[in-house]
């Protein structure tokens, strides 16, 4: 568990489900409810990192994989929005950190449509940026077209220089 001032970071457990389930109906103002059962058998799919305040309350999650040595993230919320900045900023540093160290070459968001510019601009400002596809390796490209195909949009942050162009 990382800790910086009053926030802490830490990978969500099973018995975080119904703390998770209650997060995102609230950070979603009940756009979005969940159960504390679907949020287990997310498990399975991802992994999740919470950020907890003082009391111990979620204030933001994020769920991500490692696949083909890209970072997918594409549950990010955090609640309330003026806590972009740090609880969001320790959430993308953690999972930043952790696609490093498992060799990934890029972190990609995926970002929904109807995503508001104040985020946007919030992810732009952690280093990420909305590709060219064009001007990306084969692999990214399919990765940028599988958000595109599900009604979203790519933000990424190349994390090595080093990529891998043929398997090992």
């Not at 018995?15 to 969940?34: C, P, Y």
């Not at 990420?128 to 599988?146: D, I």
């Amino acid at each position: 568990m990382d800790r910086i001032g009053v926030f802490r970071v830490s990978r969500a457990k099973p018995a975080d489900a119904e703390a998770v389930a209650a997060f995102v109906g609230k950070a979603t103002r009940g756009r979005v409810s969940v159960v504390p059962r679907a949020v287990v058998e997310r498990f399975g799919l991802k992994g999740l990192w919470l950020v907890r305040d003082g009391s111990g309350e979620i204030v933001a999650l994020a769920g991500w994989r490692a696949e083909n040595l890209i970072a997918r993230v594409d549950d990010f919320l955090v609640h309330p929005p003026n806590l972009y900045t740090t609880a969001g900023k320790l959430l993308i540093d953690k999972i930043e950190k952790a696609a490093y160290e498992l060799q990934c070459e890029v972190c990609m968001l995926f970002m929904p449509v109807s995503a508001l510019p104040t985020i946007v601009s919030f992810c732009e400002s952690c280093g990420y940026r909305r590709p060219e596809p064009e001007e990306l390796p084969r692999v990214w490209q399919e990765t940028v077209q599988e958000a595109t195909d599900l009604g979203r949009f790519i933000l990424l942050k190349q994390l090595r220089q080093d990529l891998v162009l043929r398997p090992i």
